[in-house]
């Protein structure tokens, strides 16, 4: 049973930064690809970033320049490096995982960000 586990999360004030992390339980080297999502009461996930087997990086218009996804495979380690937080930034940060058929074949618990103005 693969298992990601997310960490970081935790209040920030407005412009500040914070880094997630998200450990797996196997070599994320066999993921095609793996992606952070964030959501809030009442609104759908929502992807922000998604970083593929060969390192290409993509991001939504709302965390482009301020978030950064990356990758250690050695440490089977997926991040997130978020800066100038703002409150609308403020949702449950969840890591996924995409076999190459099955998009978002594994998801993690989910970590709290909540940034105040």
């Known amino acids: 049973q693969v298992q990601l586990v997310e960490s970081g999360g935790g209040l920030v004030q407005t412009g500040g930064s914070l880094s997630l992390s998200c450990a797996a339980s196997?070599?994320?080297?066999?993921?095609?690809?793996m992606g952070w999502y964030r959501q809030v009461p009442g609104k759908l996930r929502e992807l922000i970033a998604t970083?593929?087997?060969?390192?290409?990086?993509n991001y939504a218009d709302s965390v482009k320049g301020r978030f950064t996804i990356s990758r250690d495979d050695a440490k089977n380690t997926l991040y997130l490096q978020m800066n100038n937080l703002k409150p609308e930034d403020t949702a449950v940060y969840y890591c996924?995982?995409?076999?190459?058929?099955?998009?978002?074949?594994?998801w993690g618990q989910g970590t709290q960000v909540t940034v105040s103005s």
């Open positions: 970083i593929f087997s060969g390192g290409v990086a």
């Open positions: 996924s995982a995409d076999l190459r058929f099955v998009r978002n074949a594994y």
């Open positions: 196997t070599r994320i080297s066999r993921f095609n690809a």
